[in-house]
């Protein structure tokens, strides 16, 4: 089994300070880990994956991510947000099961950059 | 193609009718995922195709909830019945294999039951 938990819903932060979106996973196998971003009425758009290589995974747009296995956390993060940021973030595990891919979602939190 | 299409992007139909949703995945991805996405739920699983068979259909709420695929290719999630509760965006992704990690997601189809 694994599962998601994204401990914000909600983020606000002001234009230029730095961004943190947090994730917790559990799994009984390795997982993927994925951040996805969704602006309005817009499809869901990879960020970036940790897929069992560098646990500091460099996304799109500056984000970043770390892998720590100890922690069983997957924190999305940017030194300096931008008013375009603002959009609703979700992390995603994903475990080989019975020959494909078994995706979990977050909950998912809402960005909001203030200018 | 790009990207993976969805159709209609916005439905908004009667209580009780039938809505048939299409999904066409990026060309050569055998792998395919329906997915609801409610307000408030977060993104949830409903159907697993490789190729034209249906590995896993645990995520369909209801036996009013139905699946195809032809030619390994198009897609199309069939609703009858509709209920206010069936409201929702439905995201439909495909990936290159079964194993491969990484999902592309189209954009989603608004469905609105009144």
């Known amino acids: 089994a694994q599962s998601v938990t994204q401990l914000d819903s909600h983020v606000s932060v002001s234009e230029g300070t730095p961004v943190l979106l947090r994730c917790n996973y559990s799994?009984?196998?390795?997982?993927?880990l994925f951040w996805y971003v969704q602006h309005p009425n817009k499809g869901l758009q990879l960020l970036l994956k940790y897929t069992s290589a560098a646990t500091l995974v460099k996304g799109i747009n500056g984000f970043e991510a770390e892998f720590k296995k100890s922690e069983t956390s997957f924190h999305l993060t940017k030194p300096s947000a931008h008013m375009s940021d603002a959009a609703e973030y979700f992390c995603v595990v994903t475990i080989n099961s019975g020959g494909y891919q078994k995706v979990t979602f977050g909950t998912g939190t809402k960005l909001q950059v203030i200018p | 193609g790009a990207g993976v299409s969805q159709s209609p992007s916005n439905k908004v139909t009667e209580k009780g009718k039938d809505v048939e949703l299409r999904c066409d995945p990026i060309?050569?991805?055998?792998?395919l995922y329906w997915y609801r996405q409610s307000l408030g739920q977060g993104l949830e699983f409903l159907i697993y195709?490789?190729?034209?068979?249906?590995?896993?259909k645990s995520g369909l709420p209801s036996d009013r909830f139905s699946a195809e695929r032809t030619g390994g290719s198009v897609s199309t999630l069939t609703i009858q019945r509709t209920q206010q509760e069936d409201s929702a965006v439905y995201l439909c992704a495909s990936s290159l294999s079964p194993t491969d990690n990484e999902q592309f997601f189209g954009p989603g189809t608004r469905l609105t039951v009144l």
């Open positions: 060309s050569g991805h055998t792998a």
């Open positions: 195709f490789q190729g034209n068979s249906a590995p896993d």
């Open positions: 799994s009984s196998y390795s997982p993927s």
